[in-house]
């Protein structure tokens, strides 16, 4: 069965980085892409990039280049997204959602959600 | 990137009501347009890719259609449950954008 398990929610200090995952299981980890999507409060969606695991290829939008790292770990199947000088600006809902072999959806299922509360 | 602009922004219709929202982008998308539903403190469903293709699971009163700039997603005989905030997406180039989101009430 395809699903996908993202890490609880974390609590971070401004300036500091974090670290969310997506373990995949059923087909999807050797057969699509992930892309990671957030939703800040009371907002709507935004694409942050997203990756390929079986050719290891990224594609970030140009706002988070830079400051944002998602990779592949094969040994479990599962994809970490990092974002790095975190603002007030990045608490949001950070969701992993499969997508196809070119990253950019449509996004056919996503993950639960993971709240990120940036605050000093 | 592409601009992709939702009206109305929210509207309440009642159990059994024809609803229809509109999804404009800034440029062509071709027919790489999606729509997705979303209910508080839930994950986005998909629910029509490729303009006019429904998702396996979802009911056929939800239908999509457009070309060029302008697409619409159509929800024949309302349902309870169609409550929730629906976005369009292009998955046309990168990076994917969404539109702001309509939101949905049920009178």
């Known amino acids: 069965q395809e699903q996908l398990v993202q890490s609880g929610a974390e609590v971070k200090k401004p300036g500091s980085s974090v670290k969310v995952s997506c373990k995949t299981s059923g087909n999807i980890f050797n057969n699509y892409g992930i892309s990671w999507v957030r939703q800040a409060p009371g907002q709507g969606l935004e694409w942050m990039g997203g990756?390929?695991?079986?050719?290891?290829?990224?594609n970030y939008a140009e706002k988070f280049q830079g400051r944002l790292t998602i990779a592949a770990d094969d040994s479990t199947s599962t994809v970490n997204m990092e974002l790095r000088s975190l603002t007030s600006e990045d608490t949001a809902v950070y969701y992993c959602?499969?997508?196809?072999?070119?990253?950019?959806?449509?996004?056919?299922?996503w993950g639960q959600g993971t709240l990120v509360t940036v605050a000093s | 990137d592409i601009q992709m602009t939702q009206s109305p922004s929210s509207l309440s219709a009642s159990v059994g009501d024809r609803v229809t929202i509109s999804c404009r982008a800034s440029q062509s998308v071709s027919t790489y347009l999606n729509w997705y539903q979303q209910k508080p403190g839930r994950a986005p469903k998909l629910l029509i890719y490729?303009?006019?293709r429904l998702q396996s699971g979802v009911p056929s009163r939800f239908s999509g259609s457009g070309s060029g700039p302008d697409f619409t997603l159509t929800i024949n005989s309302l349902q309870p449950e169609d409550f929730g905030t629906y976005y369009c997406q292009q998955s046309y180039s990168s990076p994917a954008t969404f539109g702001q989101g309509t939101r949905l009430e049920i009178k």
């Open positions: 490729a303009t006019s």
């Open positions: 990756i390929v695991p079986v050719f290891n290829r990224e």
């Open positions: 959602a499969k997508d196809r072999p070119r990253p950019g959806g449509p996004f056919d299922q």
